[in-house]
């Protein structure tokens, strides 16, 4: 039997020109970038030239990247950067997110609460939108950082960002923002966007696992939250993945072009699912959200009864993040837009790539209509009254 990836939200195949990047770079580097022989400034080369083309691709100078491991400790490395040199300097720290930011945003601004920092998170709309207004309401003279993501990685919403950072700019707060999702997909510039820290991560976008980087704007000072040598300008130590780093370069410069197409065949999936199958609805802003992502509730059905169904079929899909995979309790994303627990454990997440065909996705549409039919007739539940008209 064949099988079928649509999970690229979880982590996307390494694109081939960017694994030979990886191949390459791995076989011509041997030195370490701190090193000041002839190997440590052939590796230092590299390093230096996988920043520029980076920069390259957001808009940036080279010297405003951090390489990290990727997009969690870009993001803990922001906030916690962040709100720990407001503590130190002022005793105060106030952080403004989001309900429904990816867990390495939540969890990092709740451990800078246990450290002594404020927390408010703000609601979403019912299609997982931030409204500028709240963010103006939440800002405090004591207002060090606000964090709010590019894209949702669950039901692909994208956020206002750039009215988002205006809007904190104005309160004199920064403002962060995770774009794992968008970065290497579509087009980011970050200066347009007028963010002042940008969290990116290589393996969302056909890059390797393990490599990220941080942008932070040129003025913008944080702590550093690991300690040993002096490497990339004292923001993060550790001898930096030189090969890793030329591969996020190499796939997010080159990424938007292998992505374009996507929302034709999302929104074929679409068409295809909703029509074929009864009580069924779609989740996230239908109007301004990720080009490969549809998010879609089934009524009367489990989301991990159809994610099991589906890969018995040969389809790989999601029932939510991959960050999250063994929680108990359903999405704490789409609760956010005021499901109720029953409906949130119905929702499946199905998000495509540049390797997915027209007959993948006609075949998937077949595969959830069979799966749907067959869940509904081992465990019947009626349509409620919602779902029934959807």
């Not at 002096?230 to 190499?250: F, I, M, Q, S």
């Not at 938007?256 to 074929?276: F, K, N, S, T």
């Not at 549809?294 to 389809?315: C, H, K, P, Q, T």
Request: charged letters at 20%.
């Amino acid at each position: 039997m064949s099988h079928y990836y649509f999970d690229h939200n979880a982590t996307s195949p390494v694109a081939p020109g960017v694994l030979q990047c990886l191949v390459d770079s791995i076989a011509e580097v041997s030195g370490n970038a701190s090193s000041i022989h002839y190997y440590g400034q052939a590796a230092k080369r590299k390093l230096e030239g996988a920043r520029r083309k980076l920069a390259g691709s957001l808009g940036c100078d080279p010297r405003e990247l951090v390489f990290t491991s990727g997009g969690t400790e870009s993001d803990n490395l922001a906030i916690l950067g962040v709100g720990r040199k407001a503590l130190r300097e002022t005793g105060r720290a106030h952080v403004v997110t989001s309900a429904i930011e990816h867990p390495a945003v939540l969890n990092a601004c709740t451990q800078l609460e246990r450290e002594g920092a404020q927390l408010t998170v703000l609601p979403v709309d019912g299609v997982g939108r931030v409204e500028p207004g709240d963010v103006k309401r939440a800002l405090r003279p004591d207002t060090c950082l606000v964090s709010i993501h590019h894209a949702n990685n669950e039901i692909g919403t994208i956020e206002p960002v750039a009215k988002l950072a205006k809007a904190a700019r104005e309160g004199g707060a920064l403002f962060h923002t995770d774009a794992v999702q968008t970065v290497g997909r579509t087009p980011v510039d970050a200066r347009v966007l007028g963010i002042d820290l940008m969290s990116i991560g290589g393996h969302k976008c056909g890059g390797p696992k393990g490599v990220g980087a941080l942008y932070i704007r040129k003025g913008v000072e944080l702590d550093a939250i690991l300690h040993g040598g002096h490497h990339e300008r004292d923001r993060r130590a550790g001898t930096e993945n030189v090969p890793g780093a030329v591969a996020l370069a190499a796939a997010i410069s080159g990424g938007p072009d292998l992505w374009i197409g996507i929302a034709g065949l999302r929104d074929r999936l679409e068409r295809g699912v909703l029509a074929r199958v009864p009580g069924t609805r779609l989740n996230g802003d239908p109007s301004s959200r990720l080009s490969n992502t549809s998010n879609i509730a089934f009524d009367g059905i489990g989301g991990e009864a159809m994610v099991i169904s589906l890969d018995l079929r040969g389809y790989a899909v999601s029932s939510g993040s991959a960050c999250s995979s063994g929680a108990v309790e359903p999405s704490h994303v789409l609760l956010a837009l005021g499901m109720d627990k029953q409906t949130a454990r119905s929702c499946v997440r199905f998000s495509l790539g540049p390797g997915n065909t027209v007959e993948q996705v006609d075949g998937l549409i077949e595969a959830v209509a069979d799966s749907v039919a067959h869940l509904r007739r081992v465990s019947p539940a009626p349509l409620t009254r919602e779902f029934a008209h959807a």
